[in-house]
Antibody, heavy 119, light 115 residues
Framework: QVQLQESGPGLVKPSGTLSLTCAVT?????????WSWVRQPPGKGLEWIGE???????NYNPSLKSRVTISIDKSKNQFSLKVISVTAADTAVYYC????????????WGQGTLVTVSS | DIVMTQSPDSLAVSLGERATINCKSS????????????LAWYQQRPGQPPKLLIY???TRESGVPDRFSGSGSGTDFTLTISRLQAEDVAVYYC???????????FGQGTKLEIK
């Protein structure tokens, strides 16, 4: 059973950098799946941030592309998210998720981690 | 830009009755390479991550009760929950995939409550 777990600081200062890691257990990150980040502002809907393949190819939401980097560390079986120049609008629960092969849907999700942008 | 519209925003249904949620895309979600509609449905209970219910518009994820069903093709899709149970109280989201460039977009969500 694949499990995902997000980790990282829960508080980031405005104009700073948000950094999160998603540890994958119960399966290899080096298989054919893609791996995504999705966020949800408090009380609001879901927004896809971007994805990375096992080979390191990335796709980003155009609305965030200029500020986001997703990377993968196969030796640690984890992938990471960086968002630069954050503002209060980046306050959200951040989820990592696995893309279900060929289905363009997310079958496994982490529990999510709340990141608050505040001074 | 491709636009996804989910309706209604909220819905109250009696236990044992049917709930219907709709999703409409501004462009066809039929992926020609595999003849599948790239539309998924999720359930999100309070404090929990979303749970995948349906993918390819009508394929039920493993372990999802058969009272959940998806239908539709092209631009118009429906999630139906028959015989509503108390545990179905949640927010439901549709999600589309469109390329190029690759982009996943979620509907705004439908809050389902018991009447």
């Amino acid at each position: 059973q694949v499990q995902l777990q997000e980790s990282g600081p829960g508080l980031v200062k405005p104009s700073g950098t948000l950094s999160l890691t998603c540890a994958v257990t119960g399966g290899s990150i080096s298989n054919s799946n893609w791996w995504s980040w999705v966020r949800q502002p408090p009380g609001k809907g879901l927004e896809w941030i971007g994805e990375i393949s096992h080979s390191g190819t990335t796709n980003y939401n155009p609305s965030l592309k200029s500020r986001v980097t997703i990377s993968i560390d196969k030796s640690k079986n984890q992938f990471s998210l960086k968002v630069i120049s954050v503002t209060a609008a980046d306050t959200a629960v951040y989820y990592c998720a696995r893309d279900l092969d060929a289905a363009a849907a997310f079958d496994y999700w982490g529990q999510g981690t709340l990141v608050t942008v505040s001074s | 830009d491709i636009v996804m519209t989910q309706s209604p925003d909220s819905l109250a249904v009696s236990l044992g009755e049917r709930a219907t949620i709709n999703c409409k895309s501004s462009q066809s979600l039929l992926y020609r390479s595999n003849n599948k509609n790239l539309l998924a449905w999720y359930q999100q209970r309070p404090g929990q991550p979303p749970k995948l219910l349906i993918y390819w518009a009508s394929t039920r994820e493993s372990g999802v009760p058969d009272r959940f069903s998806g239908s539709g093709s092209g631009t118009d899709f429906t999630l139906t929950i028959s015989r509503l149970q108390a545990e179905d109280v949640a927010v439901y989201y549709c999600q589309q995939y469109y390329s190029p460039p690759p982009l996943y977009t979620f509907g705004q969500g439908t809050k389902l409550e018991i009447k």
